[in-house]
């Protein structure tokens, strides 16, 4: 590890540990004759477990997506990106059954969605939006939250008791008790014809490879990829489902022969050529043809966090580009294995499918809602 990154990171853990600023005012020189630093894997021990605070949302049902942020009782020392990363921490759900969701990494919060000042509690309507009744927004809280991530309740997660943990490794530093809700999931038969029975059941090399790319791609997690700040908002103009997240599907092809799946996303019907709308802002990191999901579009937004948009007509985006929340992206199409136009909107967290709804309006998002109020005054 070259020293000129390890010795901030020092530094900057101390002060979380001991909550003393040093950092900064005695930057330790670099020269070459100084002995070396500890190693770094020491050096970044992490604070002792009682300075955690687990916040998990309230009645989170099966099949929804959760934020998990993490306070700290040590005030005024809040640890870079850089260090969080290098903290290596975790969050995980455990399930009534013992089992573990996969590991989100602890990232640090995105900025705001506007430069705001900081530094006490402050009057908001100094801004061009500014309300004439703003009150005093405290920003206490926000200064003490060290970092958070995603996970997904699987649709079939076990109900009842469950525990968010942060972990470092294997490690437990602190860890909260929630319960999981049941949710009612409803079935439904679709009917494919010749063509469409073709695209789903023939095997079919292209199709193979396409789906453990996609597999692949949406159990990536980058830690460094954190660009959401808000809630989500519908990518189309309008709440026509024509299926629901979830629904347990029974398909029938076209001379005998069925099988069973669970949608993983929620359709919207609407005509070829409707406008479709990043649902928050991310990274594109898929825009290309599929078989089976015709022009596909997939939007990275946090670590293991991604929407996918399915069966456009068009693409107006391409790989690598950023976007905002509400930018368009394409036009609705049927493209792929549809049975008539319509969007199929999808969310995976780390992998798992999560109903994408949740994360509509930034009141659903407390995590977000708590970092924005600065701005907001809610
Ligand atoms: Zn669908």
């Not at 020092?10 to 100084?34: K, M, Q, T």
């Not at 954190?226 to 908002?233: A, D, H, K, S, T």
């Not at 199929?344 to 967290?349: C, G, I, S, T, Y």
Request: proline residues 10%; aromatic residues 6%.
């Amino acid at each position: 590890m070259p020293r000129i990154i390890a010795l901030p990171l020092v530094c900057i853990v101390a002060a979380f540990s001991l909550s003393i600023g040093a950092c900064g005012s005695a930057r330790p020189s670099l020269h070459p004759d100084e002995p070396a630093p500890p190693p770094i894997e020491e050096a970044l021990e992490p604070p002792a477990a009682a300075v955690y605070e687990l916040n998990v949302p309230e009645g989170p049902r099966q099949g929804d997506p959760v934020f998990i942020s993490v306070s700290s009782g040590a005030q005024g020392a809040f640890p870079s990106p850089a260090a969080l990363a290098a903290m290596g921490l975790s969050l995980r759900l455990r399930y009534a059954n013992g089992s573990l969701s996969p590991a989100a990494p602890l990232v640090a919060p995105p900025p705001p969605r506007r430069a705001v000042s900081l530094g006490g509690s402050q009057v908001q309507g100094s801004g061009p939006s500014a309300k004439p009744t703003a009150r005093p927004v405290e920003l206490a809280k926000q200064s003490l939250i060290v970092g958070f991530g995603a996970l997904g309740i699987a649709t079939r997660a076990p109900l009842g008791p469950a525990s968010a943990l942060l972990l470092h490794g294997d490690r437990v530093l602190a860890e909260r008790d929630f319960v999981i809700a049941p949710r009612q999931f409803i079935a439904e038969t679709l009917w494919l014809d010749r063509g469409l029975t073709s695209i789903r059941a023939d095997p079919d090399p292209i199709k193979t490879e396409q789906a453990e790319r996609y597999l692949k791609l949406i159990a990536t997690v980058d830690p460094s990829a954190v660009f959401l700040n808000e809630g989500f908002v519908r990518p189309v103009a309008g709440n026509r489902r024509t299926s629901l997240f979830g629904t347990r599907r029974n398909f029938h092809y076209y001379g005998g022969g069925e099988a069973f799946s669970e949608h993983a996303g929620i359709d919207y019907g609407y005509p070829v050529g409707t406008p479709i709308v990043a649902a928050g802002r991310g990274r594109v990191v898929m825009a290309e043809d599929r078989i089976v999901t015709g022009l596909t579009v997939v939007i990275e937004h946090l670590p293991g966090v991604y929407t996918i948009y399915m069966h456009l007509s068009r693409m107006d985006v391409a790989l690598g580009d950023l976007v905002e929340r509400a930018a368009p992206i394409g036009l609705l199409g049927a493209t792929g294995l549809a049975t008539g136009p319509h969007l199929h909107w999808e969310l995976r967290v780390l992998g798992v499918a999560s109903d994408p709804e949740a994360w509509i309006g930034i009141d659903k998002v407390p995590y977000f809602r708590t970092i924005n109020a600065t701005i907001e005054g809610r």
